[in-house]
């Protein structure tokens, strides 16, 4: 099982431009989230899907858009990036909400810098 | 909405030193606990995690976290540190029943050989 992975790895925008990065599992988990990670202040949460369909906004949801068209996958996409969303983008997933599912599995990373 | 708080977010160690980091939550319910470890370049990985039982758990790499459900508190430990523990760790919380977790800010840790 490869677990949670992301692409790309390394991005560079420029001001304005869009992107989407890809999350996909192999587990077969029911949730998946995407973080960003900035200096000092841990991970927060963007958005976030409880099922193949679903999304629904985390605590910064601004300037992102996300879907969940297949079970394995969650895209999160940038439509117009600005410098403030320069940060490391971790996508995770878990199998549900009672006991030792809640444990959630993260994948690399996306290292996003915009110019 | 649960929120988490870690102290001291810089801590620099010599090797064999004891390690504590505080965690603490705000959440009146019943919780999932969790520690997650970053090392430098890499994503995170669970260290350990508490849902029931023995408020004293062990993880992996000699780490050990105890829940003290009258402080709200979740501290890390580790009674020997080697200078491959440098990582960044992080404290997460979620309400039973509730998919969201809530992460600390992190404790940037570096051991010094």
């Known amino acids: 099982n490869a677990g949670v992975t992301q692409t790309p790895k390394f991005r560079v925008l420029k001001t304005g431009q869009s992107m989407t990065l890809l999350c996909a599992q192999d587990m077969n988990h029911e949730y998946m989230y995407w973080y960003r990670q900035d200096p000092g202040m841990g991970l927060r949460l963007i958005h976030y899907s409880v099922g193949e369909g679903t999304t629904a906004k985390g605590e910064v949801p601004d300037g992102y858009n996300v879907s969940r068209l297949k079970k394995q996958n969650f895209l999160l996409g940038l439509e117009s990036a600005a410098p403030s969303q320069t940060s490391v983008y971790f996508c995770a997933s878990n199998r549900g909400t009672s006991g030792t599912y809640n444990e959630q599995f993260f994948g690399p990373g996306t290292r996003l810098t915009v110019l | 909405a649960q929120s988490v708080s870690q102290h001291n977010h810089h801590v620099i160690l010599s090797e064999a030193a004891s390690l504590e980091l505080g965690c603490n939550y705000s959440?009146?319910?019943?919780?999932?606990l969790f520690w997650y470890v970053q090392y430098p370049g890499q994503h995170l990985q669970l260290l350990l995690k508490?849902?029931?039982?023995?408020?004293l758990v062990k993880g992996i790499k000699g780490f050990e976290a105890e829940f003290i459900k009258s402080k709200f508190s979740f501290n890390l430990r580790k009674p020997s540190v080697q200078w491959s523990d440098t990582a960044e760790y992080f404290c997460?919380?979620?309400?039973?029943?509730?998919?969201?977790?809530?992460f600390g800010k992190g404790n940037q840790v570096v051991v010094i050989p």
């Open positions: 508490y849902f029931s039982g023995d408020p």
């Open positions: 997460a919380v979620n309400a039973r029943g509730n998919n969201r977790l809530a």
């Open positions: 959440y009146g319910g019943t919780v999932n």
